[in-house]
């Protein structure tokens, strides 16, 4: 067995040691990291399937890399979901490229695992991309959590080439002549990443060749730094009430206690900052808790309704839960008479089942009807002049692609409505149980 093969099958039996009985969904791009784990998982046997995303910024590259992955996996008859994406379209206020195709492909990989019941997702990361991650971390001063990098098992994300290097992974696919796809955005040095991957790990393996196992051991040594580090939290809140707590104790411990206390309930470095100067009834939001801000305390609340909370309708028809019932009816044409708040008209040509039925998350966006442009869900709600309850209690529909269809009781999105060459439309119609 190959040393990377080997690697590959000991890193996944130490967190999954049952691995053999599991299901894993395998991100692959057609890079050589993504294609040599996927090669790997293959060798050992693993029930997997695979998933690419083809964001459609390298025009004919990308088409061909969705070709060559599809290809690969008829050839070995692995079950294979793509999915295309309009990053432009998707992007959000502030947000770079790298950051909204990240928030797309988490979101969807999510999706399928959710709907498909993986067990895992499976990531190609190797030692190169760690260190890549320590200087980027570095330079943003992001503190020790974000010098520790990237962990092996994340949730049901897990990683099993992290201690595998860029070159032992190159070395496989020459041993094997195994085919890939290069992604010529990896040479473009307007990326931080790319000018860190080119230009400084090579000066640092000229000046110290062992950089690699160097950086292993001080990675160890900043994990172990911050386990240690956090047994301090019990001195400074320990058996303290999250619902009341002292702003005059809070601001005693030292800023590194502050951060790792509200980041246990999801909330970050920024939001430190604000709240440190927040007045008497300001609001915090993550995304389970909130945090509201007293005059000499503040409360640190779990949301009235969590936001794991949702609903799938896997094919047309009434549906009744516990908290509405929604009914569907389908209408040739698109004339829709007696529309309200709880009951729309879509264009049913756009519709994907599964649909499904949750609460907003932080990073939610849609196209309001009757606006131009895409919108931040967080900056619909204060528009409509939405106070902290309703944010919580708010449904939205959502269709098999990921996109908002219809914020349920509150406005439709402009990408579903009936449009003149609609041919026919599906009406659905809500009613809370309470």
């Known amino acids: 067995m190959h040393k990377v093969v080997q690697k590959i099958r000991d890193s996944i039996s130490e967190v999954v040691p049952d691995y053999e009985s599991k299901r894993f969904l395998v991100a692959v791009s057609a890079g050589i990291d993504s294609m040599a784990l996927l090669n790997a998982c293959v060798k050992l046997g693993v029930n997997i399937e695979v998933a690419h995303c083809n964001f459609q910024l390298r025009g004919y590259e990308s088409d061909s890399d969705q070709k060559f992955v599809e290809d690969y996996c008829t050839d070995l008859k692995i079950n294979c979901f793509t999915k295309k994406f309009s990053v432009e379209e998707e992007k959000l206020k502030g947000e770079s490229v790298q950051m909204t195709a990240r928030r797309l492909r988490f979101s969807w990989f999510d999706c399928l695992i959710d709907q498909e019941g993986f067990d895992y997702l499976l990531l190609a990361h190797h030692l190169d991309d760690q260190i890549e991650s320590f200087f980027i971390n570095f330079m943003r001063g992001t503190g020790l959590k974000g010098l520790v990098g990237i962990r092996r098992l994340n949730g049901n994300r897990l990683r099993p080439m992290l201690e595998l290097t860029k070159n032992d992974i190159e070395m496989y696919a020459n041993f094997l002549e195994m085919e890939y796809q290069e992604d010529s955005s990896n040479h473009d040095y307007k990326y931080v990443r790319n000018k860190i991957r080119h230009h400084l790990i090579p000066l640092l393996k000229e000046m110290k060749p062992e950089v690699h196992e160097v950086f292993l051991r001080n990675n160890r040594r900043f994990f172990d730094a911050q386990l240690a580090l956090d047994e ?77 909370i949702r609903y799938q309708i896997a094919e047309l028809g009434d549906f009744h839960c516990a908290d509405f019932t929604i009914l569907m009816k389908i209408k040739e044409g698109q004339h829709i008479e007696n529309t309200n708040r709880w009951k729309v008209g879509v264009d049913q040509s756009g519709i994907e089942f599964p649909i499904t039925i949750r609460r907003w998350q932080t990073g939610d966006s849609f196209k309001p009807i009757g606006m131009g442009g895409r919108q931040k869900l967080s900056d619909f709600f204060i528009n409509e002049k939405f106070d902290q309850r309703e944010k919580q209690e708010q449904w939205l529909m959502v269709n098999g692609d990921g996109k908002i269809i219809w914020v349920i009781g509150k406005r439709l999105s402009d990408e579903f409505k009936i449009k003149s060459n609609s041919k026919s439309s599906l009406i659905f119609e809500t009613k809370l149980s309470r």
């Not at 320990?238 to 601001?251: A, P, R, Y």
């Not at 005693?252 to 430190?272: C, K, V, W």
């Open 232 to 308: 301090g939290m019990d001195h400074y809140f320990g058996g303290i009430d999250k619902e009341n707590v002292s702003m005059e104790q809070f601001l005693a411990a030292p800023d590194y206690y502050q951060l790792r206390f509200i980041e246990q309930y999801g909330f970050n470095s920024t939001q430190l900052k604000n709240l440190k100067e927040a007045g008497v009834g300001s609001v915090f939001d993550s995304f389970d808790h909130q945090i509201y801000v007293n005059r000499t305390s503040f409360e640190i609340l779990e949301k009235n309704e969590p936001k794991t």
